[in-house]
């Protein structure tokens, strides 16, 4: 991670620890091909999400890398906030604000009535504008053009009023200003 200049914290493995009570499984709020995520809860009583990249995980340090650079250049209230990071020892996490409504995926599809949530039109609605209020951000608005390559209801975050908040940029590709489209592999699920 030489030569990344990060516009994030740092944070210590000992940190996050004490957030997460030691990665307990009480905090676990998600899980796939990367590894959990934890809700945690920082000393100052900012409550945070916690993504620890599994040593198993198809995604890599490229994409971790890559996750750490295209967020932490990007502010906008349709894209998650990057707090920061933690690199100790054999440990990758990634430090996000927290979201109270979890994913888009769950409040649609969820298993049971505690996870799937009741949006009415409106609602829907918003939650798709925000969407792409995001998206044009990151093709049209933001000094870096970006194209995420990895868009599902999964990686759609809702905070408490069921804001949509895109998230997990570790497929996402830079896109040069004068290029209209551009070719690439075949990412995401």
């Not at 599994?54 to 707090?83: C, D, T, W």
């Not at 809702?158 to 209209?180: M, Q, R, V, W």
């Amino acid at each position: 991670m030489r030569g990344l200049d990060l516009q994030t914290g740092i944070f210590s493995l000992r940190q996050i620890k004490a957030a997460t009570k030691n990665f307990d499984t009480e905090n676990k709020i998600g899980e796939g091909g990367f590894g959990c995520v934890y809700k945690g809860l920082l000393s100052d009583g900012t409550v945070i999400a916690v993504k620890q990249l599994s040593s198993k995980s198809k995604q890599g340090n490229r994409e971790f890398v890559n996750e750490i650079g295209m967020i932490s250049a990007l502010q906008h209230p349709n894209l998650v906030k990057l707090y920061g990071c933690c690199v100790e020892g054999n440990q990758l996490l990634l430090v996000y604000e927290y979201m109270e409504n979890n994913c888009l995926s769950r409040a649609l599809f969820g298993k049971n009535a505690t996870c799937k949530l009741k949006l009415n039109w409106p609602t829907r609605q918003n939650i798709c504008l925000g969407i792409a209020r995001g998206l044009t951000y990151l093709h049209e608005e933001s000094r870096i053009k970006i194209v995420h390559r990895d868009i599902k209801t999964s990686n759609v975050l809702l905070d408490k009023d069921l804001n949509a908040k895109i998230s997990d940029f570790g497929l996402a590709k830079l896109n040069e200003d004068d290029k209209t489209h551009i070719s690439t592999r075949i990412a995401g699920t």
